[in-house]
């Protein structure tokens, strides 16, 4: 996040078609969990070009990558490589020291599709599994980056976008964020009822 060392994720393997929607929800949980960039494979471009559009819509600064090099990325990465797997080490066990080294140098985090190659495993300074149960690259990555940014992530401030959601008890209310005082006021005038 803001201020810190950078925060990447990296979705490793697609298989266009079958895993258009989990490889876009990775780069959409990325960025609103408070991760700074995602990378994903290069024949990915349709979920790139989703969660670009989302980051135009919604606000950043998130950065979107494509990238065939994989491999290379995570050996030549110059930080804190956290491969996400259920075989790894506890989360709550290995998460205040993995955010220790955070805050002094940059993490990438590592997410699978189909079956990820053992270098990889072998490669990360940790291997983490959010239990050590079998679900999802989203679930594991959001619940992740939760534990890594303590929660602080959910009051994370926007920049630019179009529009900016308030949140309510019911129905649905979105403004401009130009309708927004740096207090966050809100001009009642600006506020759009969606439904
Ligand atoms: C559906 S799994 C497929 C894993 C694949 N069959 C393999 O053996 O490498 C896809 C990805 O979800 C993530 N994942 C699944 N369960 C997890 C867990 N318990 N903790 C952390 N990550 C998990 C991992 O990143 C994994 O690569």
């Given at each position: 996040m803001q201020d810190e060392p950078e925060c990447c994720v990296l979705r490793f393997g697609h298989r266009p078609g079958r895993d258009d929607r989990m490889t876009t929800h990775v780069g959409l949980t990325a960025r609103a969990l408070g991760a700074d960039r995602v990378i994903l494979p290069d024949n990915a471009g349709q979920s790139a070009e989703t969660v670009r559009d989302i980051t135009?819509?919604?606000?950043?600064p998130f950065e979107v990558e494509l990238n065939g090099e994989q491999?290379?990325?995570?050996?030549?990465?110059?930080?804190?490589?956290?491969?996400?797997?259920?075989?790894?080490?506890e989360v709550q066990t290995v998460q205040d020291e993995i955010r220790e080294v955070h805050a002094e140098e940059p993490i990438l985090i590592?997410?699978?599709?189909?079956?990820?190659?053992?270098?990889?495993?072998?490669?990360?300074?940790?291997?983490?599994?959010?239990?050590?149960?079998?679900?999802?690259?989203?679930?594991?990555?959001?619940?992740?980056?939760?534990r890594l940014f303590d929660g602080a992530e959910l009051d994370r401030e926007w920049e630019g976008g179009e529009q900016r959601v308030l949140p309510m008890e019911t129905g649905k209310r979105v403004v401009s964020p130009e309708d927004i005082d740096e207090d966050g006021t809100v001009d009642p005038a600006a506020i759009d009822d969606e439904g």
């Amino acid at each position: 996040m803001q201020d810190e060392p950078e925060c990447c994720v990296l979705r490793f393997g697609h298989r266009p078609g079958r895993d258009d929607r989990m490889t876009t929800h990775v780069g959409l949980t990325a960025r609103a969990l408070g991760a700074d960039r995602v990378i994903l494979p290069d024949n990915a471009g349709q979920s790139a070009e989703t969660v670009r559009d989302i980051t135009d819509r919604f606000g950043g600064p998130f950065e979107v990558e494509l990238n065939g090099e994989q491999r290379a990325t995570i050996r030549n990465w110059e930080g804190t490589v956290v491969h996400l797997t259920m075989y790894g080490e506890e989360v709550q066990t290995v998460q205040d020291e993995i955010r220790e080294v955070h805050a002094e140098e940059p993490i990438l985090i590592v997410v699978g599709g189909e079956k990820v190659p053992f270098e990889v495993y072998d490669h990360a300074d940790w291997n983490v599994g959010v239990t050590n149960q079998p679900h999802s690259e989203v679930a594991g990555l959001a619940v992740f980056l939760d534990r890594l940014f303590d929660g602080a992530e959910l009051d994370r401030e926007w920049e630019g976008g179009e529009q900016r959601v308030l949140p309510m008890e019911t129905g649905k209310r979105v403004v401009s964020p130009e309708d927004i005082d740096e207090d966050g006021t809100v001009d009642p005038a600006a506020i759009d009822d969606e439904g």
